[in-house]
């Protein structure tokens, strides 16, 4: 669709087109609150006839797919952001109005809606019903859940709420398969043009604006429809007696964001050592098998070590969005957010921000896309722009390396902990002040908001499906892939032709020679009094990339092969290296926005250059002021 920023790249490419010249589709809107199982019903509807899009101009993604019908005429799914209301309080909920009232560039006018509401939770998710039938385009009301909704003694009768609301009602269960059969009858009768009008409901409609009115409104037409809610769980009230208790409910919180950490960084070690010997010893291989050649050079060392050095991450990002996935489908991820909310009030900010924060540890990329999640826009905001001050693990590598070449090991807190486990943990308590620091200056001033009520439902806990998560990691790795894949690739084919021009007599020059030495050269003077030479420079330079590159990038400079002899590469930075400028360089890269990835998704997100350019320049000045400042404390003994 014109819309969709990757028709090129599509893997749906026999997939749904909105092309000038081809026939109009019918085009379906489904359209629910978060969690009534839209997307379940989606890939029930579509199989995989379907892609992610972007609607223009904005940050929300959605999914487009052809409905498995037999008749002629084409039939377009457009999966709808989940919302409550179209009173547009979140940007969702702004595109969800947009696209059903015909006012999204790019987007056609739905011919029809496709309402999916929980049955287990009907008194509420009722209240969507009034501004979607409102909208008087042929409508389906499915009830979806409905064997939840069975299984725990609830009832509704269908033919009466369908003559409450004017308009068809479906007994639906998406997961299990059940009624979906009424749901294509529905599309294919719609699409040929009848049997789809609505009915002038037994009780009008509310008046839309009035919140309180569609509540009154959606508890009478349950009530006329002999609504009967299910009981909770027993389980689930057992379990929220113990994950939202004041003491229990905080010391399992903090169990699970351990066990979360733990995991993401060992769980995913032996995956990562995996790939990264894989890339290399294909690296190496590939230089054997193949006579050397320039060529050669920059498909192995720029662009195969350059990609390789993010693909390597690849483990650690699904095990994240697999921890992510498993906790938010199976419940736990509303109560944890709900007893954070409380913690994270101090500091001005929300529960909902603590999810994104949480997963920055890995990577602020997926972090600030998670940030989706929290309506206020504000919050949102600050959120995006303290994500990157959380040490994300592509710091490790530097500081890893520095640590065990500057820090000499002795025991600080017995056997427990040594200087150098030490100095990391400053590090990453470092980064965790920086942030909350910058959040409660932010909402203090430019960001201030009222505090957004808390509203989150809590749905009941359920077994997460196998299914649902691995269309999670699915999407996840292809964005991560594409997005990160396609900034290294281009720095790496940059990084290496700068440090092979010049030639000299037809040969590459020594770096201090080449364009990227200039360039190292040039900016010594300015990074001097934070105790960096010129190869440092080289360094930070390659390392807005992705901050890991500079490893790599010194490894080369100085003369190395590559990072894989990290002890050869310690005795160069030992020898060229001051204690105060090793310590300047590991400040530095606690503050600073080392990272390409972070600075394109920041201005994705945020619609713009001014944010991810306010907070480069902020994060660049702390960490060139922090590095200097260490410096000057390390020379003058203080440290
Ligand atoms: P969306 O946010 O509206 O797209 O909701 P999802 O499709 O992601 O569904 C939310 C959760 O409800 C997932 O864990 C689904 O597996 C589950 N779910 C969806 N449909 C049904 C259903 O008919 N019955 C039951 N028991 N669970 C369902």
Redesign the pocket.
Known sequence: MSGCHDCDNCPAASGPSFHPNSPAPHVVALV?P???????LFNRLTGLRQKVANFPGVTVEHHVGRAKTTGTREVVLVDLP?VYSLNPRSEDEQVTRDVLAGGMDGVPKPDSILLILDCTNLARHLVLAAPILALKLPTLIIL?????LASRGGEVDTAALASQLGAPVALV????GDGVEKVLQFIEGTAQGHGAALKSPLIQLPVLQDVPKCRQWAGQVGAGAAYKAPEPPLWTRRLDSVFLHPVAGVAVFIVVIVAVFQTIFTGAKPLMDGLQNLVQTSGVWMLKAVPDSILMSLLVNGIWKGVGSVIVFLPQILLLFLFIGFLE?SGYLARAALIADRTMAKFGLQGKSFIPLLSAYACAVPAIMSTRTIENKRDRLATIMIAPFMTCSARLPVYTLIIAAFIKERPLLGPFLGTQAGAMLGLYVLGFVAAIVTARLLKSSVLKSEKTAFVLEMPPY?M??WR?LGLRLYDRAKIFLRRAGTVILAVAIVLWVLLNLPLHNGKPPAITDSYAGAIGHSIEPVIKPLGFNWKIGIGLISSIAAREVIVGTLGTIYGMESSEHPEGLQHSLQSEMTQGGAIALLIFFAFAMQCMSTIAVVRRETGGWRWPAIQFSYMTFLAYAGGFVTNQLVHSGIM
């Open positions: 629910g978060p969690n009534s199982g839209k997307s379940t989940g979806n859940m409905a064997d939840d269960s998406a997961a299990k489908d359920r997460p499906t649902s």
